[in-house]
């Protein structure tokens, strides 16, 4: 066990123990201090006490911190492409179809299986060895995703998630020519009130959504917008885009289906057809390193199955221009 000791000054006599314990550099959360005073693995001047006690001037505060218990999940070698670490964190650039955290009936192949093979300095999260996962991207979206690898990191991460601090960028390719060049969609999102695996701008119990987009090359039977959000609701992109008549390509939970099937030209058709996962790539990311205050940011060009689409659209846009030319 690692132990602490602290001997109380006159500055800090009234503190509550547990929010004592919080303000030193002893990586645990108020909660996990709790627990740890609740087992007896807190004492102060060789004493057993309770969370709320509060200190003396001269007080000593002793800590027995447990060492990290090994995940139940098991690691995997599955590749991965890594942006940025260090002993504190590190970046990855997740590639579409990978499940970020396991789940029942999905133990393997998982982004969590892949970290806890490749760090081999994790420090726990919650006292367990494992990576800290601050941020989620959906199955079928690609992308930038930030992990803890300790405690420290993670709730410092965290923290900025919560206060928006962190700002996310993303590439979409969308059904549609948009109009307009830019626009914000404010609408609240929750569980659609049907359908419980979709999200729904139209739930009675929508929490806040806000969703900037700009266009960034327009191919007549669909647009690349650049996509920042405010918030980070569950499937908010994606369902603010659909309710403004622009699902993203392949989502098929959301609408994409249907405009597809409907093209006329079977080229462009089959084109569109081979996305098979919503063309949403997390492209850009910037935070304030949690230890070291220090603001880093990373991009991640676009993958291969958006990247050809996009030139497709492109050629496939221009040959049409040539031809309606050619016809006046």
């Not at 993670?154 to 390719?173: E, N, T």
Request: aromatic residues 4%.
């Amino acid at each position: 066990m690692n132990q602490y000791k602290f001997i109380v000054n006159c500055y800090e006599s009234g503190l509550r123990l547990d929010i004592f314990l919080s303000r030193k550099d002893v990586s645990l959360s108020r909660s996990q201090i709790k627990k740890a005073v609740d087992e007896g693995l807190v004492r102060v001047n060789d004493l057993k006490i309770k969370a709320g006690y509060k200190l003396r001037n001269g007080d000593c505060v002793q800590l027995c911190k447990r060492p990290a218990t090994a995940c139940h999940v098991l690691p995997q070698e599955i590749p991965l492409t890594v942006v940025y670490e260090d002993s504190s964190l590190l970046v990855v650039d997740k590639p579409a179809g990978m499940v970020v955290h396991p789940a029942p009936g999905h133990s393997q192949d998982t982004m969590v299986n892949a970290l806890l093979s490749h760090c081999k300095d994790l420090s726990g999260i919650g006292g367990v060895l494992r990576p800290g996962i601050v941020h989620r991207l959906d199955k079928g979206t690609s992308g930038l995703l930030i992990v803890a690898k300790s405690d420290e990191a993670h709730r410092g991460l965290a923290a900025q998630f919560k206060k928006h601090q962190v700002r996310k960028s993303y590439k979409v390719l969308v059904c549609g020519n948009v109009n307009g060049d830019q626009g914000m969609i404010d609408a609240p999102v929750g569980r659609h009130p049907l359908d419980r695996k979709r999200m729904s701008t139209k739930s009675k119990k929508g929490k806040e959504a806000v969703t900037h987009w700009r266009v960034s090359e327009r191919y007549r039977m669909a647009t690349l917008l650049d996509v920042d959000t405010e918030t980070g609701r569950t499937h908010q992109i994606r369902v603010h885009l659909n309710s403004m008549g622009h699902p993203a390509v392949g989502d098929n939970v959301y609408g994409t289906s249907r405009r597809v099937s409907s093209i006329g030209d079977p080229l462009l058709r089959a084109a569109m057809g081979k996305i098979t996962r919503q063309a949403l790539h997390a492209s850009r990311i910037t935070f304030s390193h949690p230890l070291i205050n220090k603001e880093l940011t990373f991009s991640s060009s676009l993958p291969d199955d958006m990247a050809m689409l996009c030139d497709f659209l492109r050629g496939y846009a221009l040959q049409s221009q040539r031809v309606r030319i050619t016809a006046v």
